[in-house]
């Protein structure tokens, strides 16, 4: 390693001094997830700050590397140091409190802090895309008025003239082409007198303003109601307060929490201050996006259908301050907002707010981080709060329940039908997807002209394909899953890594041969049995094989708003925050798919997509009726939500957790080991298990530990998986767990690739 030479020598005379030097602390975007400590060259030193990327020497042969400068302060002087090469950025890329937000994230999660800090500011963001040079004229600064005029006196023409006269008429720079309109004259005239010195031209880079959503701007006619109001009162006073706090907004569905949530913003921005608001997937919640885009002036929308440019832009209005309002996906938390109020999470138990790649960090809970490292109310709204929220909501002292028990302008809760579709298969010949019941509804509502949502919650035709001679089902080539039959490819498709195949005509297994016959039911032979049963009905399908854009499900919902067709089929999509005044009936053909999950969850998940599809129904005029088909009549989950009891299931369920030592009641972490080869997997899951075992009681960390098994989907993509489950009784357990196996590189199996899954919402 090159030392720095010391060009510095001590003068014998002087009294020895204590030399400093400027030391940063650098974490690098390289696969080693550690910090580290460089001199910063003194030229250097004035514009360097924490949050900007910076260029180091790394390793051994002291290539170029870049990593995130995390903090800088002088020290004393350490010739061991290498001296860092050179800026990336200009200006910090995160804020000091987003960069110990990053640290937090990175520390609770088990995540490669470099690699976090890297993925919270998005790349268009980082190389700041969009920005275009714009060119702007002014007077210069050293030449006086009258001194202008003499020089002008002697050789300027017209054209020239109108340009000073035009540029003196304003305050300040011009913008070029402005310039250009306003004098009437050639951009090469300007050129001109910028030669001679009697203008000056300067080049700044900008970023054009964020495109705003394409909405309708209206003001609600309605007054609020007095749960509204009071729910507001607080939560604007907590606004007020700035301090932290979370408010678990629990309302039915229909009751008017998006309201809640405007004046909660207005309070905010009252105050001069910006606001963030959640929602789980731009998709899904297009509707309640735009409206609430409607009631404000600067908003902007963060998720994943934003082109580079897009996002660039958006994310620098944010960071100048001239957005007031941030309406997005996970990736929003993370908005650059310096001047924060409150922090709204949308459906807060949805879970596509867990990210699925490192950092897997669950947007939710980063939220309440962030309120907490910035002093400042977060919002939890949901029909059917997770249980861990609810939990903390009935426990923790800065968590405050806020309930909106009635729908607005005195609705009815929609009237729920329950269909033990073993009694209808036995009174029924035939194989009959839709029941009775479920047919009756829909022959009403097309007569009535009303409007029906049907909901399956699972993609393609046929949920799998098998022989009839020997039961085997056809499976992916790469993944321990069954493959699901679309009729709109006519291929097999595997839900879990994209392959599609053509259908064997007969049995894949040797010798067997024998027919093959589809099982199951998905979205689209529903969508099938709708058009044969209902002729004139008009019908549109919603799941993601129907949806390839976000400007398609605008589409469709825009259509069915407007009342282009009848009934709506589609998957858990069709469940989500959507508010159709028409919709007098919503069939869930079948409850029970969440229930077959290999999952502590599933319960959960059941209850509550039932009583979201359910919440479609009835907001309107036109009142609602729901019929809910399932095998599993008499589990508490499928009962519950039919009654629409949230808190009879909560306190059966919170039961049940507690009596497995499941969370909320305690903290799980998941690790999932994968590999080619099986052999590997099962030694390195023993040793893992063993190692995490000795780690855990030499540092006095309890920890339930489960063996080593193979994941519920047990292949994906070719690849083995291995599960191992950590459960802890406190989350500051968990920390430290987390913290001993970094340090002690227990994070490396010697397996393929070895994820550590915080909090997982998945158990797949
Ligand atoms: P939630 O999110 O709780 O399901 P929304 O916020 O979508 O409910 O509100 C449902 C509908 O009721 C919306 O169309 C909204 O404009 C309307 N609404 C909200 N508050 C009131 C009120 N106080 N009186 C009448 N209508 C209201
Ligand atoms: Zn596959």
Redesign the pocket.
Known sequence: MARRRDSFTPSLLNAPEVRTALVATIAPLAPIDQTFSYLVPEPLGAALRPGMRVEIPFGRKERRAVGFCIAVSRQAWDSTLKELYGLVDERPVLSERLLELGRWVSRYYGAHLGRTLDLMVPAAAKRRAGRRRVRYVRLPESVSGDQNAGREGRAIRAGQQAILDALRARDGPVRFDELCAAAGCKPATIGTLAKKGLVEIETRWEAAAPEQPAVVRHE?P????DD?RAAIEQIGAAVSARQFSVHVLF?????????VYVAAIRGALAQGRQAILLVPEIALTTQ?AQRLAARFDRVAMLHSGLSEVQRSRAWAAIEGGAVQVVIGTRSAVFAPCSNLGVIIVDEEAEPSYKNQQSPRFHTRDVAITRGHLESLPVVLGS?APSLETWHNALTRRHYHLIR?PHR??GLAMPSVHLVDMRDEHHARRGVHMLSRAMEWHLNRVLERGEQAVLLLNRRGYASYLCCRRCNTAVCCPHCSVRMVFHTTTGLAHCHYCHEKLSVPARCPTVACEGNLVRFGIGVQRVEEEVSQKFPGARVRRMDSDAMKSPADYAETLGAFERKEFDILIGTQMVAK?L?FPFVSFVGVVSADTALALNDFRAEERTFQLVLQVA?RSG?GDVGGHVVVQTFAADTAAVQHAVEGDYEGFATVELARRKKLRLPPFTRLMRLVLSDPKVTRLQKAGAALVQALRDLFTRHGIIARLTEPAPAPISRLRDLYRYDVQAYFPTAEAMLKGIEVMKSEGLLRAGVKSLVVDVDPVSLQ
Request: glycine share 20%; aromatic share 4%.
């Open positions: 609600p309605f007054e609020l109601n509204q309302g039915v569905t229909g009751s008017g929490k998006t309201e309640t029909a909106l607005v302008r925050g508010d919440g907001r």
